[in-house]
């Protein structure tokens, strides 16, 4: 079955950096698009950014030019490098794929942005 495991969340300072990993297991992976989402306190769930198999990026405007999504096919891994962090980043960051016809999510990792 499908499997997404999100790692690498916690407490940073603002301007900080974090690199949040999804493992992935279950389907064929290289073949499929991937997602970074989140939802912050009282609000909605949300797309952050998102990476084609072969590696095109889209990304929400207010990431633009501090997160990169990342994939390393061989190890069945997307990754997202968030740098320059602000408090508004505070929110559980939740991996998704959607292989076939249904959706599959992470348990999500959390990201608090405060000092």
């Known amino acids: 079955q499908v499997q997404l495991e999100e790692s690498g969340g916690g407490l940073v300072q603002p301007g900080g950096s974090l690199r949040l990993s999804c493992a992935a297991s279950g389907f064929t992976f290289s073949f499929n698009r991937m997602s970074w989402y989140r939802q912050g306190p009282g609000k909605e769930r949300e797309l952050v950014a998102t990476i084609s198999p072969v590696g095109s990026t889209s990304y929400v405007d207010s990431v633009k030019g501090r997160f990169t999504i990342s994939r390393d096919n061989a190890k069945n891994t997307v990754y997202l490098q968030m740098n320059s962090l602000k408090p508004e980043d505070t929110a559980v960051y939740y991996c998704?794929?959607?292989?076939?016809?249904?959706?599959?999510w992470g348990q999500g990792t959390q990201v608090t942005v405060s000092s």
């Open positions: 998704y794929t959607r292989p076939v016809s249904v959706g599959y």
